[in-house]
Each structure stands twice: as structure tokens, then as C-alpha cells.
């Protein structure tokens, strides 16, 4: 079935680093890919989406690039600051017969930023 | 809008109690999400309802577990008895539309405990 695979965590960095989070994914047909991201004691939020193949998701100064040649999704961000401090989810839509859809996500990566 | 309410944010409950968890979706969605958040199995899809009918309830861990959808405004997910390995995070999500691109608005959940 569709599956999706995130990188481990926690990744630590120091504010103004690079972060880079990876995501593969495992799909039939043309999944759209999302990245939510969970802030301490709250849901999860939509932070970007990309709908088909080679589309770039981009908010909040983070991108992803939908690649279906490596069926990858990885999230990057040139420059974090603390307040990205959470957990990133990256997720596909799978869609099941009767045209109705679900989400799968990936295990989460926690990020940490420090002053 | 106020987005996706639930209710109550914390409920500490003893073995064998029945649980009740709310779900007011965002108003006009016509799906609406359950899911559970624990750290050994990290998000998983309880069920889901379009336009108040149950479509998938195959996450649904056990006969202890039932959720209902009696109109567009309201959801409930219910234990019973409750046990303490349910312990986790609830999250209720909606959304609008069908089709792989439509983003799920997350609750704040419900943090259960069972003693």
C-alpha cells in the first residue's frame, strides 16, 4: 500500500542553520504531497502542499519539490529560527475506489532550534 | 472562523469508564477525520465520515470504540470501557471536497488519560 518515509529525529540545529528534512514516498497513481507541522500542545497545520509532479510548495520560508523520479518531498528552510521549533509530518493523499481519499502520513521528525 | 473545536482538551478517566470525545467541524466541510496520536504508533486514521455517513472505519482499534455523526456540526468518539493502553492524543480534522488535493484542518485534540 501507499506509505511514506521521514527522516529520524530529533534534528538539532542552531538558529540561522540550514535544515534539511527528508520524505520518500511509496504510491500508485499520482498522490498529492503535503507537509503539516505540530507545535507543542497544539494540531497539526498545513504548512505546504504540492499537487503534481516537479510543482514547488513553498511557505513560512520553506519549499519542497514534488520530484516523482526519486518520489521524494523534502522539506528545506535556509534559515531557522527557533519559533520552527516542532514536528514536521510529511503525508500523501491516497485515493480509494469511489473517488473518496485519505491522508498518510509519515512518522513525524521533531526539530529542535536553539538560540 | 474558529476552525475545527473539540472537547474537553484533557480528560482523565479511570479503567472501565465510558469516554465521550466532541468534534465541532469547520462549518461546510463535508468530511471529517478521526485520528489518534500516541508515540509508539504515531498517527493513525481511526475513521472518517463523508457527509455525515461512516466511509472507513477500519482503523478502528476495537468493539470498545464507536463514533457517530448524527449531523453535519457534530462528531462524537466514544470508549467504552475504556483501558489504559488508549491513553494518547485525539485529533479531529474536516475538510471540504473530494479528490487528492484537498487539505484536513486539525483540532487542538484531546490529550486521554486512563488510570
Known amino acids: 500500500g501507499d506509505s511514506v518515509t521521514q527522516m529520524e529525529g530529533p534534528v538539532t540545529l542552531s538558529e540561522e542553520a540550514f535544515l534539511t528534512i527528508n520524505c520518500t514516498y511509496t504510491a500508485t497513481g499520482y498522490p498529492s504531497l503535503f507537509w503539516y507541522v505540530q507545535y507543542p500542545g497544539e494540531g497539526l497545520q498545513l504548512l505546504l502542499k504540492a499537487t503534481k509532479a516537479d510543482d514547488k510548495g513553498s511557505n513560512k520560508g520553506f519549499e519542497a519539490t514534488y520530484r516523482k523520479e526519486t518520489t521524494s518531498f523534502h522539506l528545506e528552510k535556509g534559515s531557522v529560527q527557533v519559533s520552527d521549533s516542532a514536528v514536521y509530518f510529511c503525508a500523501l493523499t491516497s485515493m480509494f475506489s469511489g473517488g473518496y481519499n485519505k491522508l498518510i502520513f509519515g512518522a513525524g521528525t521533531r526539530l529542535a532550534v536553539h538560540p | 472562523d474558529a476552525g475545527v473545536i473539540q472537547s474537553p482538551r484533557h480528560e482523565v478517566t479511570e479503567m472501565g469508564q465510558e469516554v465521550t470525545l466532541r468534534c465541532k467541524p469547520i462549518?461546510?466541510?463535508?468530511?471529517l477525520f478521526w485520528y489518534r496520536q500516541t508515540m509508539m504508533r504515531g498517527l493513525e486514521l481511526l475513521i472518517y465520515f463523508n457527509n455525515n455517513v461512516p466511509i472507513d472505519d477500519s482503523g478502528m482499534p476495537e468493539d470498545r470504540f464507536s463514533a457517530k455523526m448524527p449531523n453535519a456540526s457534530f462528531s462524537t468518539l466514544k470508549i467504552q470501557p475504556s483501558e489504559p493502553r488508549d491513553s494518547a492524543v485525539y485529533f479531529c480534522?474536516?475538510?471540504?471536497?473530494?479528490?487528492?488535493?484537498?487539505?484536513?484542518?486539525f483540532g487542538p485534540g484531546t490529550r486521554l488519560t486512563v488510570t
Open positions: 462549518s461546510g466541510h463535508d468530511y
Open positions: 480534522a474536516s475538510s471540504v471536497g473530494r479528490g487528492l488535493t484537498y487539505e484536513q484542518y
